[in-house]
T-cell receptor, first 112, second 112 residues
Framework: EDQVTQSPEALRLQEGESSSLNCSYT??????LFWYRQDPGKGPEFLFT???AGEEKEKERLKATLTKKESFLHITAPKPEDSATYLC?????????????FGKGTMLLVSP | KAGVTQTPRYLIKTRGQQVTLSCSPI?????VSWYQQTPGQGLQFLFE???????NKGNFPGRFSGRQFSNSRSEMNVSTLELGDSALYLC???????????FGPGTRLTVL
């Protein structure tokens, strides 16, 4: 059974204080690891897809990296508008379907 | 390009009733997936459809059902509602199986 564990559950940062969110996973053949951002009362917003160990992707203050067992979402000099819940999900390879298995998320609060 | 739309956005039902939720995918997207999100369990997979065929089903009771139409629009139905069915129901679409999934805003279902 595929499993995704995110840590910490919640993180409070001061504006400009960089940090990282962790996503550990077990899956029988990874096709892709996905990061989403979710604001309260809204659907998840797609951020990144990572396909192979060593891959990195960046978008504004966010950088996602992938190893064979975990992924990190690095947030550099965060701003209050980065406050949201960040979700990690895995997709199994060669399954014939797109199903995502999600972690429970990290709730990030950035204070001015 | 319009995003994924879901109707209705909010719904209040009583135990024992049934409900139908609707999802219109992004134009050109042929795969639609449904997820249930609750504070305790996070995002859990319900079903996935591609070309009007159910490709995968999550671990939910038979009261939960769905279908996809020839224009890729999808509906899900929950019969004999229980209090525990209160949740945010999210629909996601992708171009093909295995691609990134883009989520709609969700339907907030409250069962009294």
């Amino acid at each position: 059974e595929d499993q995704v564990t995110q840590s910490p559950e919640a993180l409070r940062l001061q504006e400009g204080e960089s940090s990282s969110l962790n996503c550990s996973y077990t899956v029988s053949g990874l096709r892709g690891l996905f990061w989403y951002r979710q604001d309260p009362g809204k659907g998840p917003e797609f951020l990144f897809t990572l396909y192979s160990a060593g891959e990195e992707k960046e978008k504004e203050r966010l950088k996602a990296t992938l190893t064979k067992k975990e992924s990190f979402l690095h947030i550099t000099a965060p701003k209050p508008e980065d406050s949201a819940t960040y979700l990690c999900a895995v997709q199994r390879r060669d399954s014939g379907y797109s199903t995502l298995t999600f972690g429970k998320g990290t709730m990030l609060l950035v204070s001015p | 390009k319009a995003g994924v739309t879901q109707t209705p956005r909010y719904l209040i039902k009583t135990r024992g009733q049934q409900v139908t939720l609707s999802c219109s995918p992004i134009s050109g997207h042929r795969s639609v997936s449904w997820y249930q999100q609750t504070p305790g369990q996070g995002l859990q997979f319900l079903f996935e459809y591609f070309s009007e065929t159910q490709r995968n089903k999550g671990n939910f009771p038979g009261r939960f059902s769905g279908r996809q139409f020839s224009n890729s629009r999808s509906e899900m139905n929950v019969s004999t509602l229980e209090l525990g069915d209160s949740a945010l129901y999210l629909c996601a679409s992708s171009v093909l199986l295995g691609n990134e999934q883009f989520f709609g805003p969700g339907t907030r279902l409250t069962v009294l």
